[in-house]
């Protein structure tokens, strides 16, 4: 018996062949699939961002932002540049709208300062380990950075130059940023972690605290380090405190009059301050100032440079200007010193926010060799007197030779102000 074989037919067989790579093709499609939903996924639930409230205020004067004038603030979105005009203050303002506005970094721009705003962005969700991240670029001019302590990530704040030095804060604290054509400088004032990286450098150069790090056009690959000016105050950024006061100030209040007003160390937008008060509808002259006292007097004939900075936020004040006689500011700042004559001398500054224009307050104190400043209320504003000792010329009786205190004071009827530094820079 003979066997017989079955032909299968070639379409049949051609069929198959598709069906199968019909199959594992499918099945490929699918195992990227998967792989791609997981990976999106997690980006999109550990790694993904939103962007952070990014508002920039002005303090002082009027600025330009995206080619448009601000004078009171605005948001800000990716690629605005910010120019100041001369003699006006502004501050960047960063903030988590997933944790009540919580403030994670600010950077006050001053004088002919610009800067153009990048980018900034916090994880989307709250599980993430990703951290806070700030992109600054093309920076011009002096601006003043402050990084909020315990902030609940970690955060990398990113300045580049025009010429493309690159600043990167990656820790709370306090930085000094000086960006100009010929010369970069960078001060730690007061922070964990900063470092400065020329242009085409590989790495960068930290800087610890108190130190100054600079670049200079003769050498534009090189990071220099030295020492920062000297501040001669105590607890200048009131970040010491005992039982609810500031170490090193001694503060009052008048007692000539009710109701008195109150001062206490806080926290106000992660910042330590001091807060001077006075409310309860008084009509009647209050003042609340906080000293630092030198016993026989600091002596500084042997130097150069002594610079003023002071950073406040005016919340209210109830007069025009400061007052009737200009010596009512809600706040103004005192320095007694002995003179070349060994005579005590002393030398005020006021800022206020409130004027009426229908008065005609003025606006210096009797024996005020300045005009009180005027700022914008309820927003931070940083004075820097530059060299302090220029106001005084060589030869001049007055001419400060020992400090004997310093003094801040908050003045007037009614008054609410948050002090956040007083520094006495010296070199």
């Given at each position: 018996m003979s066997e017989s074989v079955i032909a299968i037919p070639r379409s049949a067989t051609h069929a198959q062949r598709i069906a199968w790579v019909v199959l594992m093709t499918a099945f490929l499609i699918f195992c990227a699939l998967c792989i791609g939903l997981w990976v999106g996924a997690q980006f999109f639930f550990f790694e993904s961002t939103v962007p952070l409230l990014s508002r920039v205020i002005v303090a002082r004067g009027a600025i330009s932002v995206a080619a448009g004038a601000v004078s009171t603030g605005k948001e800000m979105t990716s690629g605005d540049q910010?120019?100041?005009?001369?003699?006006?203050?502004?501050?960047?303002?960063?903030?988590?709208?997933?944790?009540?506005?919580?403030?994670?970094?600010?950077?006050?721009?001053?004088?002919?300062?610009?800067?153009?705003?990048?980018?900034?962005?916090?994880?989307?969700?709250?599980?993430?380990?990703?951290?806070?991240?700030?992109?600054?670029?093309?920076?011009?001019?002096?601006?003043?950075?402050?990084?909020?302590?315990?902030?609940p990530r970690s955060i990398r704040l990113v300045v580049t130059s025009r010429q493309g030095d690159l600043v990167e804060i990656s820790s709370s604290g306090l930085y000094a940023l000086r960006l100009k054509e010929s010369r970069i400088e960078v001060v730690n004032r007061g922070g964990n972690q900063v470092t400065l990286t020329p242009v085409d450098a590989v790495e960068g150069r930290s800087i610890p605290i108190d130190d100054r790090a600079v670049?200079?056009?003769?050498?534009?690959?090189?990071?220099a380090l030295e020492s920062a000016s000297i501040n001669m105050l105590r607890n200048s950024t009131f970040e010491g405190v005992f039982q609810g006061l500031a170490t090193d100030w001694a503060c009052t209040n008048s007692t000539e009059n009710l109701p008195r007003g109150s001062y206490a160390a806080e926290v106000q937008d992660g910042r330590s301050v001091m807060h001077l008060a006075r409310a309860e509808d008084a009509t009647t002259n209050g003042q609340t100032a906080c000293s630092q006292f030198f016993g026989d007097g600091i002596d500084i004939s042997a130097f150069t440079t002594l610079n003023f900075r002071v950073a406040f936020n005016l919340q209210f004040q109830s007069l025009s200007a400061c007052g009737t006689e200009g010596s009512e500011c809600p706040l103004m700042l005192r320095v007694d010193y002995l003179d070349a004559a060994d005579e005590m001398q002393q030398w005020y500054l006021g800022f206020y926010f409130r004027l009426e224009p229908d008065r005609n307050d003025p606006l210096r104190c009797l024996g005020c060799p300045l005009e009180h400043i005027r700022v914008n209320e309820k927003t931070w504003y940083t004075y820097d007197s530059g060299n302090w000792l220029a106001l005084f010329p060589e030869g001049l009786p007055q001419r400060p030779v020992a400090i004997q205190s310093v003094t801040f004071y908050a003045s007037g009827h009614q008054y609410d102000v948050y002090v956040g530094e007083v520094s006495l820079l010296a070199s």
């Amino acid at each position: 018996m003979s066997e017989s074989v079955i032909a299968i037919p070639r379409s049949a067989t051609h069929a198959q062949r598709i069906a199968w790579v019909v199959l594992m093709t499918a099945f490929l499609i699918f195992c990227a699939l998967c792989i791609g939903l997981w990976v999106g996924a997690q980006f999109f639930f550990f790694e993904s961002t939103v962007p952070l409230l990014s508002r920039v205020i002005v303090a002082r004067g009027a600025i330009s932002v995206a080619a448009g004038a601000v004078s009171t603030g605005k948001e800000m979105t990716s690629g605005d540049q910010v120019e100041m005009v001369s003699g006006s203050q502004a501050s960047l303002f960063f903030r988590d709208a997933q944790d009540e506005n919580r403030l994670i970094a600010s950077v006050t721009l001053n004088g002919d300062a610009s800067v153009q705003f990048w980018t900034a962005t916090v994880p989307r969700f709250s599980w993430s380990t990703g951290g806070y991240y700030i992109d600054l670029r093309g920076l011009r001019g002096d601006a003043d950075i402050f990084v909020p302590q315990t902030l609940p990530r970690s955060i990398r704040l990113v300045v580049t130059s025009r010429q493309g030095d690159l600043v990167e804060i990656s820790s709370s604290g306090l930085y000094a940023l000086r960006l100009k054509e010929s010369r970069i400088e960078v001060v730690n004032r007061g922070g964990n972690q900063v470092t400065l990286t020329p242009v085409d450098a590989v790495e960068g150069r930290s800087i610890p605290i108190d130190d100054r790090a600079v670049i200079d056009s003769s050498r534009p690959d090189h990071v220099a380090l030295e020492s920062a000016s000297i501040n001669m105050l105590r607890n200048s950024t009131f970040e010491g405190v005992f039982q609810g006061l500031a170490t090193d100030w001694a503060c009052t209040n008048s007692t000539e009059n009710l109701p008195r007003g109150s001062y206490a160390a806080e926290v106000q937008d992660g910042r330590s301050v001091m807060h001077l008060a006075r409310a309860e509808d008084a009509t009647t002259n209050g003042q609340t100032a906080c000293s630092q006292f030198f016993g026989d007097g600091i002596d500084i004939s042997a130097f150069t440079t002594l610079n003023f900075r002071v950073a406040f936020n005016l919340q209210f004040q109830s007069l025009s200007a400061c007052g009737t006689e200009g010596s009512e500011c809600p706040l103004m700042l005192r320095v007694d010193y002995l003179d070349a004559a060994d005579e005590m001398q002393q030398w005020y500054l006021g800022f206020y926010f409130r004027l009426e224009p229908d008065r005609n307050d003025p606006l210096r104190c009797l024996g005020c060799p300045l005009e009180h400043i005027r700022v914008n209320e309820k927003t931070w504003y940083t004075y820097d007197s530059g060299n302090w000792l220029a106001l005084f010329p060589e030869g001049l009786p007055q001419r400060p030779v020992a400090i004997q205190s310093v003094t801040f004071y908050a003045s007037g009827h009614q008054y609410d102000v948050y002090v956040g530094e007083v520094s006495l820079l010296a070199s």
